[in-house]
């Protein structure tokens, strides 16, 4: 299964018993949104809600940081999703926060066939697609984890790669919060971003109709921010979720050498002994 499906592709697989259909829709927590009412009131056909707000280390007081492997594993068992199974994943959000769930599932913890929907659910509706409504009931399935931690880099790895030429470091967030022109959504961070990175908006990386650009349209995203592609590549953003979603692409365009930031600027920002930098990269 390619890293990311079609939804004509979804249309015609959806009910086979080794499918298993993820909704990982995420807001900003001041979006006025709820994702999992929202996954209630309409989904696709099969699909299971992974609450990205809980999936996670909730008692780290920096947001958003990975869980164990064990309550990950917990987690997927709950929603019915096992070893072999075959597992796509869409979101309903601007954050394009299903890559953040396929970092997780397949980077970290290990899961084989892993895919996005390109488009997600407003492509699927778009094209006419049934949805429906409620709480799927699932049977509990065993789900392996196999930890690695070589798609994760730690402030104290950060911290190391200030100052060097070597690696790319390439910031998610919107202009205004890499420049430091606009302050931050959460309380006591800093603005600014780390010094030395370079700034590719989550945004850029995707066509009109909300499908993932391909080919030299996504590498131009890259291309247009100085990010030289040939280097090993870390990606940060405000707390980890668009992170993923430049991993994702730079991992379309054939790149293994790509980690992710898990603390990201909210740790970054809130480090009273980390440099931050302002206005453009």
């Not at 007081?61 to 492997?69: F, K, Q, V």
């Not at 006591?188 to 909300?210: R, W």
């Amino acid at each position: 299964m390619d890293m990311l499906v079609s939804t004509e592709w979804l249309a015609g697989e959806i009910g086979a018993s080794d499918l298993h259909i993820i909704d990982a829709t995420q807001f900003l927590p001041d979006s006025g949104r709820d994702a999992k009412a929202e996954h209630g009131f309409e989904h696709i056909p099969g699909a299971v809600f992974m609450d990205l707000d809980e999936v996670r280390d909730t008692s780290n007081p920096i947001p958003g940081m990975l869980p164990s492997a064990e309550k990950f594993a917990s987690r997927m068992q709950s929603l019915g999703i096992g070893d072999g199974s075959r597992i796509v994943i869409y979101d309903n959000s601007p954050l394009h926060s299903a890559a953040r769930a396929w970092w997780m599932t397949k980077d970290v913890f290990g899961a084989h066939n892993v895919a996005i929907l390109d488009g997600g659910l407003a492509k699927w509706k778009a094209e006419g697609n049934s949805v429906e409504q409620g709480k799927q009931q699932v049977r509990h399935r065993h789900f392996t984890p196999f930890h690695d931690d070589s798609a994760v880099r730690s402030l104290d790895d950060m911290k190391a790669l200030v100052g060097s030429s070597d690696t790319e470091i390439v910031d998610a967030r919107p202009a205004e919060r890499f420049a430091g022109s606009s302050p931050e959504p959460r309380p006591d961070i800093a603005a600014g971003h780390i010094p030395g990175s370079k700034n590719v908006p989550h945004s850029t990386l995707f066509n009109d109709d909300g499908t993932w650009k391909r080919g030299d349209d996504l590498s131009a995203a890259f291309d247009a921010a100085g990010v030289d592609l040939e280097k090993p590549m870390v990606t940060t953003c405000g707390g980890g979720t668009t992170a993923a979603v430049l991993l994702f692409g730079a991992k379309l365009l054939g790149k293994t050498d790509v980690a992710l930031y898990d603390g990201s600027w909210a740790e970054w920002g809130s480090q009273a002994d980390t440099e931050k930098a302002t206005g453009a990269a």
